[in-house]
């Protein structure tokens, strides 16, 4: 019996539907699906921070959940983003359609149920929706409509600001027989770029695309960063106090002179970084990406994306290079370069993932080329299994994360079980103490939320947001004077935090 290419197209959907379902419910019982986490505050709320210039995050990912309303319900939100994971293998059907044998479709399944489409596919988060527009854009190139292409790379540039990276490595790639339509591409994209370069110029900014540019160079520059978590040890080491200049000036003059005062070692990191690139599943600094697929069984899925990544590599050697080969090998490109400049992420490259499989199905399943992607398989499971990438999350962190958000949500009992949960799978810093602190000092505890909070600060001694916990907790167990003093130090800390301990602050005054 023969099957017609809609009826396995549709089946291929209903698969990869179907499994989303299985992950949606399995990710919900270790991180509630209601809640925001981390990096989706600052990217979904508001693209702009409190004493950054400008817009502190790519505006993309804001606009996009203000257009849909997303915010109005976390659930309907993640729903359309895991809707939106189907695009890209969409995009890479139509690209192919016409080709013959099973290669497209294997190429089709192995993008549409990508353990990393479908896990970031829950996330309210930019990369997804920069992995359908990078989709596109290599679509409208591959039917030679360079000018829709360029504009769709420039929108994933607002998502996504690393692929801003893309045109520069594509000029490399293309200026001997595809110049004309670099300029046409680049153009393009300039303008859906230039406007907020323009408005963070006279923001303050400077001509970037967000200002969190500089932290994020200089988090790349040590490994101390990369390896601490968001919570309050990171804010400790990212403090910059009572400096007048911005946030992202300091970070950039913290940046270089880091890189100043040892290149070679930072050359160094930035090799170990590169490697951490291609480590399946990858890591994920504030997301356990691979705890929760093992958790989620979408582990076993992990087969196709080296599938995909080791073809797409032996695919950027081929001599008869198309345009669109040239950009799809430069996206690839800069997702590396950006590893190798800022650090890794599995979220990132999930955001390139339509490249690698777009320059795989370009290719035929003879053995030839199948023999080309041996050493690129070999290599990057051999980088997975033997070396040790310094910069992966913590073990627990993901217990913490939904322990806070269920303490915020009043839900004492379940967040005191995610503690637990975070410790017995050997998560130990600062924020596991910070919000036990918080949560005795909530069940009518204080004397023992305020013991928390001094294990927490003997972590993470420079933390602003640890110092103000403190202080409320010391004025809740009657210790005055200390709790006025605690709060000092936490506004010296971050003079943004004043407003806060004012009625402490105020009391001071009438002593």
């Known amino acids: 019996m023969r099957f017609s290419k809609p009826m396995i197209l549709i089946a291929i959907v209903?698969?990869?539907?179907?499994?989303?379902?299985?992950?949606?419910?399995?990710?919900?019982?270790?991180?509630?699906?209601?809640?925001?986490?981390?990096?989706?505050?600052?990217?979904?709320?508001?693209?702009?921070?409190?004493?950054?210039?400008?817009?502190?995050?790519?505006?993309?990912?804001?606009?996009?959940?203000?257009?849909?309303?997303?915010?109005d319900s976390i659930i309907y939100s993640r729903i359309v983003i895991s809707l939106l994971s189907l695009l890209p293998a969409l995009a890479l059907y139509l690209a192919f359609r016409k080709k013959s044998g099973i290669w497209i479709y294997i190429c089709t399944a192995g993008l549409i149920i990508s353990p990393f489409m479908i896990l970031f596919g829950f996330q309210l988060l930019p990369a997804v929706p920069a992995a359908a527009l990078i989709?596109?854009?290599?679509?409208?190139?591959?039917?030679?409509?360079?000018?829709?292409?360029?504009?769709?790379?420039?929108?994933?540039?607002?998502?996504?600001?690393?692929?801003?990276?893309?045109?520069?490595?594509?000029?490399?790639?293309s200026f001997r027989s595809h110049l004309r339509k670099w300029l046409i591409f680049t153009g393009f994209t300039a303008i859906a770029v230039f406007p907020v370069i323009i408005f963070n110029l006279f923001a303050g900014a400077g001509p970037v695309i967000a200002s969190n540019g500089?932290?994020?160079?200089?988090?790349?520059?040590?490994?101390?960063?990369?390896?601490?978590?968001?919570?309050?040890e990171f804010e400790e080491l990212v403090s910059t106090g009572n400096s007048r200049s911005g946030s992202d000036t300091v970070f950039m003059e913290r940046a270089f002179t880091s890189i100043r005062r040892s290149p070679l070692e930072w050359i160094s990191l930035g090799g170990r970084k590169l490697l951490g690139f291609f480590t399946l599943p990858g890591p994920g600094?504030?997301?356990?990406?691979?705890?929760?697929?093992?958790?989620?069984?979408?582990?076993?899925?992990?087969?196709?994306?080296?599938?995909?990544?080791?073809?797409?590599?032996?695919?950027?050697?081929?001599?008869?290079?198309?345009?669109?080969?040239?950009?799809?090998?430069?996206?690839?490109?800069?997702?590396?370069?950006?590893?190798?400049?800022?650090?890794?992420?599995?979220?990132?490259?999930?955001?390139?993932?339509?490249?690698?499989?777009?320059?795989?199905?370009?290719?035929?399943p003879q053995w030839k080329f199948i023999r080309r992607a041996i050493i690129p398989a070999v290599t990057i499971v051999i980088i997975s299994l033997l070396i040790t990438y310094h910069g992966m999350e913590r073990s627990g962190l993901t217990s913490i994360l939904a322990a806070e958000y269920l303490l915020d949500s009043g839900r004492l009992n379940e967040s005191a079980e995610y503690l637990i949960d975070a410790e017995e799978r050997g998560y130990f810093g600062a924020d596991l103490f910070n919000l036990r602190g918080a949560l005795f000092s909530l069940s009518g505890n204080p004397a023992e939320g305020l013991m928390e909070f001094e294990k927490a600060l003997g972590i993470a001694p420079e933390s602003p947001t640890l110092w103000k916990n403190y202080s409320v907790s010391l004025w809740a167990n009657a210790r005055y004077e200390d709790s006025i003093e605690a709060a000092r130090r936490a506004v010296d800390l971050n003079p943004l935090l004043r407003e806060q301990l004012r009625p402490i602050l105020e009391h001071a005054v009438n002593l």
């Open 14 to 71: 209903l698969c990869a539907i179907g499994i989303r379902i299985w992950a949606f419910y399995s990710i919900d019982a270790y991180l509630p699906a209601e809640g925001l986490y981390v990096d989706e505050v600052t990217y979904s709320m508001s693209p702009f921070t409190t004493g950054a210039e400008g817009f502190s995050r790519p505006p993309g990912m804001f606009i996009f959940t203000k257009l849909l309303h997303l915010l």
């Open 135 to 173: 989709a596109f854009s290599l679509l409208a190139l591959k039917n030679d409509k360079t000018a829709v292409a360029g504009l769709l790379t420039g929108i994933a540039i607002l998502f996504r600001a690393e692929l801003v990276l893309v045109p520069f490595i594509l000029l490399a790639f």
């Open 214 to 232: 500089g932290e994020n160079l200089w988090i790349g520059t040590e490994l101390e960063l990369i390896t601490t978590p968001p919570g309050t």
């Open 285 to 364: 600094r504030n997301f356990e990406t691979g705890w929760l697929l093992q958790k989620t069984w979408l582990i076993i899925l992990l087969p196709l994306t080296l599938l995909g990544m080791s073809t797409g590599i032996a695919a950027m050697f081929r001599r008869d290079r198309s345009f669109w080969h040239c950009a799809a090998a430069a996206i690839i490109c800069s997702g590396m370069a950006s590893a190798f400049i800022f650090f890794p992420s599995a979220r990132f490259r999930s955001v390139i993932l339509p490249a690698f499989w777009f320059l795989s199905a370009s290719l035929l």
